[in-house]
């Protein structure tokens, strides 16, 4: 797939000046909001630094391709923003992009890098053996009368928000020592 057709995750993180907090957390509130104005913004996270853990705050923005993502990272907008909270930053932001399923092996509180691309392979096969089984197993008989494009439809989009929000980052922090072994 071409770069200009997959989803594409930019992850910033930056250190915040101590006493600044409270507006760094409106800053993060506008330039979210006007974020959202932008074709193609998929949605937002934002991690809060753990005291002990990780000292920044770690901002990910997600579109759904690279074009309209560079429109955003290209934009008055967001270059009024930055100028905005310079102020209450300690230095540049650190800024990655990551692209397709590496965005799922960003492990919070570990520095935002992707293990090699065959080991995302296998750990997703794996994962995705797995978990098709299991419900299959357990939600097929629930969904009896419907027709089998329907119930596929409703299995794979449970399956892809469990991927996302539940299974794989809990399994890249239980791989984590695989995934990422020098």
Known sequence: MEQDEQYVTVVISQL???????????WIKNIVSVARTYIGHLGTNVIRPQPGVRPEYVIIFRFDNYENLKRWMESGDRKYWLNQGKSLVQSDPYVQQ???????????G??????????????????????????????IPLFRGLSPLIISLIVSGIMVVLLTYVVMPRVSRLFNRWLYAK
């Open 16 to 26: 915040v000046k101590p006493g600044c907090e409270s507006a760094y957390e409106a």
């Open 98 to 108: 990551l692209n397709g399923l590496e965005a799922w092996f960003s492990i919070p």
């Open 110 to 139: 570990q520095p935002l890098k992707t293990p090699p691309r065959y080991k995302t392979a296998l750990l997703t096969w794996a994962v995705v053996y797995v978990l098709i089984n299991l419900l299959n197993t357990f939600l």
